[in-house]
């Protein structure tokens, strides 16, 4: 598994230092080129999500947790050039990546900061719309995350969450090893693999009003990158599970193996992980 970097702030609300980040996938270039792929798959329905949530002239837009890209572009398009994007990320790796994507693409009212945002009581209410994007299924903190989202947007104005569900995320025909495999990457993952099913609540929470919320399936089969992405987290996690489960190196082969096998199989499909978009007003 890649380095992961963790950030701390003091909140004055609780006085206590607060650790914001342990992101598990960490900052590998191929963590890189797997969020620039997914940025490519999740496109169309970023811009339907943006292009439902109404901004200003000149509209003033956060990114938290933008990666290597996130939605920067398609917040740039839309706030035009006499509007302005910040993306903030806490791994200096992935705003190097950010800094690259917005030179390539000449976005002139992007700027990205290696920031985490700040906490409730020192946020300023400044943006039109601050966005998150797979931010909060990485993290144990997303009501900590979503409040302050919340305190830095100006009244009136917008918080967007996209997060993955992993309830729907099954392969057909089903299979133990698949089955094994998922439940004990949901215990190692770090944060709650089923919150999209909670951003709507999660929202309300946050104090915001006008609640609304859809979702994206995908569907795989052999040959696709996200096929075998169960895989690909099982190897990302490994040491993870042999040390957080009773898994032994050699379950966790087999499993691995048996699994691979069956996915590559001509009739084996995928269903991806439930892409749930939730959006809300703040008073
Ligand atoms: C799965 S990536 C998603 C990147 C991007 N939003 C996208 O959709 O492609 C999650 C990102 O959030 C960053 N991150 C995690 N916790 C954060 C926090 N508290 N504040 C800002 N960034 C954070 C990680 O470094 C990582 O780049």
Known sequence: MGSSTVVSYVSSVSSTVVEVVDYRLGSSGAEQERLLAQCELLRPA????????????????????CGPLGVLDLLSERVGPGGSVTGLDT??????WARESVAERALDNVEVRHEALPPVTAAEALYDLVHCRLLLINTTHPRQILGSM??????GGWVAVQEFDWATWQCDPPHPAWSRLKALLTEVFGGDVHIGARLPGLL????????RATAHAYYWRPGDRYQTLLL????????????????TSGELDSLTGALRDHLEQPRTTVRESLLVQAWARKP
């Open 232 to 247: 690909s987290f099982a190897h990302l996690f490994r040491d993870r599970l042999l040390e957080h489960t009773p898994l």
């Open 91 to 96: 791994d200096h790796r992935m705003i190097g």
């Open 46 to 65: 970023a811009a339907a999500l943006l292009d439902t949530i109404p901004l200003p002239p000149n509209a003033k837009a956060l990114d938290v947790g």
């Open 150 to 155: 919340a305190a830095a947007v100006r009244p």
């Open 204 to 211: 309300s929470e946050a104090g915001l009003t006008d609640v």
